[in-house]
Structure formats: C-alpha cells, structure tokens
C-alpha cells in the first residue's frame, strides 16, 4: 500500500503564499497523473490540481493563476505553490493520483492543513 506524505501547510494572511510537498513513493509514479485535493469544513474533497507532464497541468476555476503544480518524478515528489491566497482557500490540502474530481487511487494520506485568515 502507498503511503502518501503531505507537507508545507500552515497559517497565512489573505494575500500570502504557501508551498506544499508530498512524498508519493509509487513505483511507476512517473507514468500517472498526480493531483491536489481540498477538503474545506462541511465540504466534499475535491481535486484542485492535476499534473502528468509540465505541458498537461491543470487546474480548478478557483484556483487557476493563482496556484502552480509541478513535479520531481526523481523523487516521487509533487508540489503545490500557493500564491495570493484567500479565506475560501482554508482547508486540508491532500495528495493522489486522480480518477475522478473526487476519487482518487490510493488510500488518503493524513493531508495538511491549510488556514488563510486574517
């Protein structure tokens, strides 16, 4: 079973930056998609943010222009840079590999939070 490990969260004013890491050790992780899922109090998880090659990110309305995704497939490693952040942003950020908006292949991680408050 894969264990994926989010990193990077914490608490920032309106306006700030972020960057999260996850560790996804899967043995082809090159060759799949990997993404960023949010899930906001009272809200379904939901993904945000999806990359298989640099040329093929993609992105929620919500956060387009505002976040960029990339990877390090030597390290098994994606992130999410998080600029101009906003309140509606507040939630636990989780890594996967996506099926879906909302589903995802392997067991979630513990995921990290992420709180934008003045």
């Known amino acids: 079973q894969v264990q994926l490990v989010e990193s990077g969260g914490g608490f920032v004013q309106p306006g700030g930056s972020l960057r999260l890491s996850c560790l996804a050790p899967?043995?082809?992780?090159?060759?799949?998609?990997v993404g960023w899922f949010r899930q906001a109090p009272g809200k379904q998880r939901e993904l945000v943010a999806s990359i298989l090659t640099p040329d093929s990110a993609n992105y929620a309305d919500s956060v387009r222009g505002r976040f960029t995704i990339s990877r390090d497939n030597t390290k098994d490693t994606v992130y999410l840079q998080m600029n101009s952040l906003k309140p509606e942003d507040t939630a636990v950020y989780y890594c996967n590999f996506p099926l879906s908006d909302y589903e995802a292949r392997f067991d979630w991680g513990r995921g990290t939070q992420v709180t934008v408050s003045s």
């Open positions: 899967v043995r082809i992780f090159s060759r799949w998609s």
